[in-house]
């Protein structure tokens, strides 16, 4: 038969409650002992001493213990890298020196290359003042590179269009001249450019056309011309005549020049603006000349 049991013979519950145990506890709601002997002790709070922007912060980024907190920097550190560079405050000019070193200016002034295209003059004296700029101003040698690419580019492109200009100026004023001289445009401008050969050159006829125009040069020439006598001017003109072999010396020269001829025939080089604007002043004056 089942052996009944009593109050006083039921065994003891060395387990305990469930609610003993989640509290560390024996049966008896006593602290359980720790190996050794001693009770066990309650964790610390790991938040102790923090204030209340540091508590909310916690419970903003939802950080539970000290290790979520490491993770979020380490985490942090791999995204942000430790070769990033800090962006000092405006007016701090020791702090901008050192960006400024570390993105890559030169030591010195004198770090820079500046490249000029072919056939275009170096000017020192602008080179130094813009080289002094240039470190002053933090850029590096690939931006100052980039710079004098883009600013020879610039005035490349404005001396073409300023010989297109010129060019077009003299059509206008050459279509002038024929409608207001009609029948006697031959005779006229043969006389004027008589008139150049004996009292000109080819850079003060450029000069006077600057000023005032292709059409008020050759009516002054022309002017000059009719008022004196055809056989004083014939008579007198070959003097002159090695002016325009000169010019066409020069023009035979450049193109027996395997560099000029380069700049000149290739649209990509960066020199073929001002050659092309060379070849055609030089076209131009012989033709003025002959």
């Not at 791999?78 to 701090?92: E, M, T, V, Y």
């Not at 993105?103 to 275009?120: F, M, T």
């Amino acid at each position: 038969m089942p052996q009944e049991t009593t109050e006083g013979s039921r065994p003891p519950n060395t387990a305990g409650s469930e609610q003993d145990r989640d509290r560390g506890t024996g049966g008896s709601g006593t602290p359980a002992e720790a190996p050794g002997g001693s009770p066990a002790q309650e964790p610390a709070d790991w938040t102790e001493g923090l204030n209340d922007e540091q508590r909310a912060l916690l419970a903003t980024k939802g950080w539970k213990a000290p290790g979520a907190v490491l993770e979020s920097y380490r985490h942090l550190e791999k995204l942000i890298g430790r070769d990033k560079i800090a962006i000092p405050k405006d007016g701090d000019g020791e702090a901008w020196n050192a960006v400024f070193d570390r993105l890559g200016r030169p030591e010195s002034a004198e770090g820079y290359e500046i490249a000029v295209p072919e056939g275009v003059e170096r000017d020192a004296a602008f080179e130094e003042q813009m080289r002094e700029l240039f470190h002053s101003a933090g850029l590096t040698k690939t931006q100052v590179a980039a710079l004098s690419e883009g600013w020879h580019g610039y005035l490349g492109g404005e001396t073409a269009r300023g010989e297109q200009l010129r060019i077009e100026r003299a059509a206008r004023d050459e279509e002038a001249l024929r409608s207001e001289w009609g029948g006697s445009f031959d005779r006229n401008m043969e006389q004027a450019r008589r008139a150049a050969r004996r009292f000109g050159d080819a850079e003060t006829i450029d000069g006077l056309e600057e000023a005032v125009g292709r059409a008020a040069v050759f009516k002054m020439f022309a002017r000059i011309g009719s008022a004196m006598a055809e056989d004083d001017l014939q008579g007198e003109a070959s003097e002159s005549f090695s002016q325009p072999g000169s010019v066409r010396a020069q023009i035979t020269a450049l193109k027996a020049d395997p560099a000029f001829r380069e700049a000149w025939l290739e649209h990509s080089h960066p020199g073929h603006p001002q050659a092309v604007a060379r070849m055609a002043a030089l076209t131009e004056k012989l033709e003025i000349l002959s």
